[in-house]
């Protein structure tokens, strides 16, 4: 099984700053089948990133995907306020698809 | 426009079976391009992939919760179900259904994707 490690567990920002997730797997990511998530308090997770690096359907552009192999990263620029909530990466392909622990983005 | 919706009791007894159903409405469960599945997330904690189904009723399990866990596809009635037996204060969580895309691997063919769309999501607590 492939474990997702998650860092930092939370990044404390000002709205109009950028951030940077970073997710590290145990071992490396067939195909760049790696997803983002974002999940705000009370809701359902929505699809962010998808194949390391592909926008799901409206997304705006200040969300980009990065990395390959072990190491993904995903760069949220320009933070509105919408933007704050947790963010899961999710390795999926071979079974079982595994989350990460997830990484808070907090208004400072 | 694709919606799931969740439903099953909200309290289970320990020891005793939880079912839930996942109800699809604005698309065809019956299709070539996914696979429909169930993700939990304990209180305040991450999330866990449980199970998969193909709608003809090719399944795929989480193996750390496989023995208690069946999934089904009824295309007769556009949904599909859960069933987690014996269960624990553990299992309590949020349960979502989610639509997960079909990829085709060229070595290994048809594999899981990820998760485009969510139901709102479906809270059990097991408690006696």
């Known amino acids: 099984e492939t474990v997702l490690t998650q860092s930092p567990g939370t990044l404390s920002l000002s709205p109009g700053e950028s951030a940077t997730l970073s997710c590290w797997a145990s071992?490396?990511?067939?195909?760049?089948?790696l997803a983002w998530y974002q999940q705000k308090p009370g809701q359902t997770p929505r699809l962010v990133i998808f194949?390391?690096?592909i926008r799901a359907t409206g997304i705006p552009d200040r969300f980009s995907g990065s990395g390959s192999g072990t190491d993904f990263t995903l760069t949220i620029s320009r933070l509105e306020p919408e933007d704050f909530g947790v963010y899961y990466c999710?390795?999926?392909?071979?079974?079982?698809?595994?989350f990460g622990q997830g990484t808070k983005v907090e208004i400072k | 426009q694709l919606h799931l919706q969740e439903s099953g009791p909200g309290v289970v007894k320990p020891s005793e079976t939880l079912s839930l159903t996942c109800s699809v409405s604005g698309g065809s469960i019956a299709t070539a391009s996914h696979y429909w599945g169930w993700i939990r997330q304990p209180p305040g904690k991450g999330l866990e992939w449980i199970a998969s189904s193909y709608y003809s009723g090719s399944t795929y399990y989480n193996s750390s919760i496989q023995s208690r866990v069946t999934i089904s596809v009824d295309t007769s009635k556009n949904l599909f179900s859960l069933r987690l037996t014996s269960v624990a204060a553990a299992d309590t969580g949020i349960y979502y259904c989610a639509r997960q895309t079909r990829l085709r691997d060229p070595q290994f063919g048809p594999i899981l994707g990820h998760f485009d769309s969510w139901g709102q999501g479906a809270l059990v607590t097991v408690s006696s």
């Open positions: 194949d390391a690096s």
């Open positions: 999710h390795k999926y392909g071979s079974t079982p698809g595994t």
């Open positions: 071992q490396s990511v067939a195909n760049n089948y």
